[in-house]
């Protein structure tokens, strides 16, 4: 059974950091791509990043590029999202998805398996 376990969320402060990690487990991680997406009330599910199985190549949603970072550890089956300079506007519910392939994608429909969510909350 495959999960895919996020944690890491939380309230901050404007400018202030946060890091996610996801554990995943029931898959063999490293043949997966993996991605970020996330959801704030009322909306639809966004893309954040996304990495490659190999960690070589990211990338990321405009909104988030030069403040967040995307990374891997597959002999943790962990992939982190480090979120610096958080603004009120990153306030959602965060999910980590995998996805079969050497590249990730921006569609959530791409994605084979997701997680639970972890919630990001920035005061302003």
């Known amino acids: 059974q495959v999960q895919l376990v996020e944690s890491g969320g939380g309230l901050v402060q404007a400018g202030g950091s946060l890091l996610l990690p996801c554990v995943a487990s029931g898959l063999t991680f490293s043949i997966y791509a993996m991605g970020w997406f996330r959801q704030a009330p009322g909306k639809e599910r966004e893309f954040v990043a996304t990495?490659?199985?190999?960690?070589?190549?990211?990338d990321y949603a405009d909104s988030v590029k030069g403040r967040f970072t995307i990374s891997r550890d597959n002999a943790k089956n962990t992939v982190y999202l480090q979120m610096n300079d958080l603004k009120p506007e990153d306030t959602a519910v965060y999910y980590c998805?995998?996805?079969?392939?050497?590249?990730?994608?921006?569609?959530?429909?791409?994605?084979?398996?997701w997680g639970q969510g972890t919630q990001v909350t920035i005061s302003s």
């Open positions: 990495i490659t199985w190999s960690g070589g190549s990211t």
């Open positions: 998805a995998a996805r079969r392939g050497y590249y990730g994608r921006r569609s959530p429909d791409e994605y084979d398996h």
